[in-house]
């Protein structure tokens, strides 16, 4: 079980870059590492996804190092509107396992930007 | 634009009433899943199920049941609530066979157990 860890609360300012990570010792090599963005009274939304080294998309950069056992999500120059919990999640949801399936979420990170 | 509904927003059930959270997608997804969320805990995996009338525990399954005869709904069940089912669930769909796609998520179901 690839248990994940991240901190409760970050604060920022707007313009800034604003960098969260998520550790997860017992990764599987199986597993990826998922990011999602949840707004109040809203379903979390998918952010960014990456297996290792770095990945880029229109609004984050997730970086993994070699061994993968933590994560690393990058908002450049956040705005009031990124305010937000952010989520790691990291493995795979697997067929005909009879049970336990494993899709650990961390307790997630609340991003408050500010003027 | 994938769109995950959830039957309802607002849910108040009373103790040992047999209680339906309701979920559909629109994309054709082959994955469903239902969690529920609570402070401090996170996003628990209760059920998941890849194609119709399969079905998966997750971490926390004690207490319900699911539901998959179409490939678009999948419902959870409780079949006696309880106090401690109060909670916010969420339902998610995502595509493909490899068990990493991204999943995409309905706005929840918040449901109070009187």
């Known amino acids: 079980l690839a248990k994940t860890t991240q901190p409760i609360s970050m604060d920022s300012y707007e313009g800034q870059e604003v960098n969260i990570t998520c550790s997860h010792n017992?990764?599987?090599?199986?597993?990826?590492i998922t990011w999602y963005q949840q707004f109040p009274s809203q379903g979390p939304r998918f952010i960014i996804q990456?297996?290792?080294t770095k990945v880029t998309n229109e609004v984050a950069s997730l970086f993994i190092p070699a061994d993968r056992k933590s994560s690393t999500l990058s908002l450049p120059r956040v705005s009031l509107s990124d305010t937000a919990v952010y989520y790691c999640?990291?493995?795979?949801?697997?067929?005909?396992?009879?049970?336990?399936?494993?899709?650990?979420f961390g307790t997630g990170t609340q991003l408050k930007v500010e003027l | 634009d994938v769109k995950v509904t959830q039957s309802s927003r607002y849910l108040v059930k009373r103790t040992g009433e047999k209680v339906f959270l309701e979920c559909v997608q629109d994309m054709d997804h082959e994955n469903m899943f239902w969690y529920r969320q609570d402070p401090g805990l996170g996003l628990r995996l209760i059920y998941f199920s890849y194609d119709v009338k399969m079905k998966e525990k997750g971490d926390i399954p004690e207490g319900y049941s699911v539901s998959r005869e179409k490939k678009e709904r999948f419902s959870l069940i409780l079949e006696s609530a309880s106090t401690n089912q109060t909670s916010m669930y969420l339902c998610?769909?995502?595509?493909?066979?490899?068990?990493?796609?991204?999943?995409?998520f309905g706005d929840g179901t918040r449901l109070s157990i009187l």
């Open positions: 999640l990291v493995g795979a949801h697997r067929r005909l396992t009879g049970g336990g399936n494993k899709l650990t």
């Open positions: 990456g297996y290792k």
């Open positions: 017992n990764i599987a090599t199986n597993d990826y």
């Open positions: 998610a769909s995502s595509s493909g066979t490899g068990g990493n796609q991204p999943q995409h």
